[in-house]
């Protein structure tokens, strides 16, 4: 079952996603060769727990895993998702996506980029941009009256396009009182199809591209998941609600919140 948000409920979501975004945004600007994602994940415990919320992922243990031991999601390179942080430093030309969680008075905010350190090829931007691109896409179809359906198929459809691949085995999903609630949210299938989307509900978009295969392999730790082929994949997530006139993206900051509205002004007054 799919669980519609109170107003009140929502205002929880919106707190949390403003929370989580600030997280997100204070890591962007840490990557940088010799970083370790180790201190970012640190930053990021250190950031959650000071705003009085809980970092969901520590300790998260689905169909009796080992519990995920850190805050963040730290996935370089040809991992695509759920990698550990460690001591390596970053090095000029990797990519790293970052994934993270928190709860705060009951409900959670779920986010993830793909940042760039130092310089890298045209190849790895690309990715990079047109995973973001799928998001948006992915984004602009969650309205009341469409389908779950249309938001994989327009991901799809934007991913095999610019000749990624687009992962199968790990899928966006509903989001609130739990970091996962029905209704799953696959990043490929039909337009039309599957549960209608109606005002009230909260989900996390999460679009993951890889350069080659979609298939994916997972480490012998039981939750890096790599590509199969070895080949760089990108990840971008926002959680979102569903309101009467379309989506709102909860994970913003208040400063990009302010931005956009900075930006609709002056397309009005043009
Ligand atoms: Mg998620």
Redesign the pocket.
């Known amino acids: 079952m799919i669980i519609a948000k109170s107003q009140k409920d929502m205002e929880k979501m919106r707190a949390v996603g403003e929370l989580i975004a600030e997280v997100r945004e204070t890591l962007r600007e840490m990557v940088a060769p010799g970083i370790s994602t180790l201190e970012l994940n640190v930053e990021a415990e250190k950031m959650m727990r000071a705003a009085g919320s809980i970092p969901t992922f520590i300790g998260y243990a689905p169909h009796g895993m080992v519990a995920f031991p850190y805050a963040i999601c730290a996935s370089a390179n040809e991992q695509i998702v759920h990698g550990f942080s460690t001591e390596t430093p970053l090095m000029d030309g990797d990519i790293i996506s970052l994934d993270m969680a928190c709860t705060l008075d009951g409900f959670v905010g ?1 986010t993830a980029i793909t940042v760039p350190v130092g310089s890298v090829s045209d190849e790895l931007k690309d990715l990079i941009r047109v995973t973001e691109e799928c998001l948006q896409l992915g984004i602009a179809q969650c309205r009341p009256n469409k389908r779950v359906g249309d938001i994989g198929a327009v991901i799809q459809e934007h991913a095999e396009k610019h000749g990624y691949g687009i992962v199968r085995d790990y899928t ?2 509903g989001i609130g009182r739990k970091m996962h609630e029905a209704p799953q949210i696959p990043n490929y299938g039909r337009a039309g199809t599957r549960e209608k989307i109606r005002a009230g509900y909260c989900f ?1 978009i ?1 679009p993951m591209l890889n350069i080659g295969t979609p298939e994916t392999k997972v480490l012998g730790d039981g939750w890096t998941v790599i590509t199969a082929d070895g080949k760089p994949s990108a990840h971008a ?1 926002h959680t979102i609600a569903i309101t009467p006139e379309g989506p709102e993206i909860l994970t913003l900051t208040k400063g990009q919140k302010q931005a956009l509205m900075a930006e609709i002004a002056e397309i009005a007054s043009a």
């Open positions: 779920d966006g999903h996390a999460e997530e």
